[in-house]
């Protein structure tokens, strides 16, 4: 579990089409890292894939349903708000900058969303909290809160939190580009653990040495295309 097929999408904001036709299969359980120039469209990619940017044209699924659309006799209906949010909790995105909740605990930020979405009891949260936390190395932080923490700790919460729904795929949006450079390597090392994993990663990423070794698929995106795609040696090989 864990597909995603990504037929043909196009999306523009006002005159510029920043994507122009991109079609991607993901199998289920790989790494798949796509790179390129600034602006050229891979964040406008990764947030059409949980429905935070409706596309303008093509369509996506996830193991076989549409994403935003429901199938209704010979029609397509988009989604109500409530049916997106059930939808997204099959992906986690993990952001540049971090994006959690300041006025939560770390543990709190990441026992959050099972209690709402869930209806987890607090206990059952933070039981699992607990242990997302230890998966990342924060066991002993659970009780700071986001501005007592490193760039580094914050993300690897933010990690943390995006695994506590258990979604098929991961979703991370330069997630150390926001980092000093000491700083990259826990959080790459907490996501190439997360690559054994049998979880679905889709990382947006300007680290080259993270996608030769830790790629299935690396897809090198340019001004709104997929220019070229495959593995990493194949990618990355000096002809
Ligand atoms: P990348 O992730 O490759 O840096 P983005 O997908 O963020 O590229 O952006 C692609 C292009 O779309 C850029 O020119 C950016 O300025 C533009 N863009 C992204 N989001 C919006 C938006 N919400 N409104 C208008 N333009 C946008
Ligand atoms: P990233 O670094 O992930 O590519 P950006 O810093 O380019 O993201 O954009 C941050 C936010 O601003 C995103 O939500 C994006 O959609 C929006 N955005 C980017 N470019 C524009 C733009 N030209 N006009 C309006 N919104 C934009």
Redesign the pocket.
Known sequence: KGQVDIHNIRKS?GNTEVLQGVSLSVPPGGVTVIVGP?GSG???LLRTINHLEKVDGGFITIDGELVGYQARGNKLHELRGKDILKQRTNVGMVF?NFNLFPHLTALENVAEAPIVAQKRSKAEARKRGLELLDRVGLKDRADAYPRQLSGGQQQRVAIARALALEPKILLF??PT?ALDPELVNEVLDVIRELATSGTTLIVVTHEMGFARDVADTVVFIDQGRIIESGAPQDIFSNP
């Open positions: 904001f600034s891979k964040s406008t540049q949006d330069e580009s």
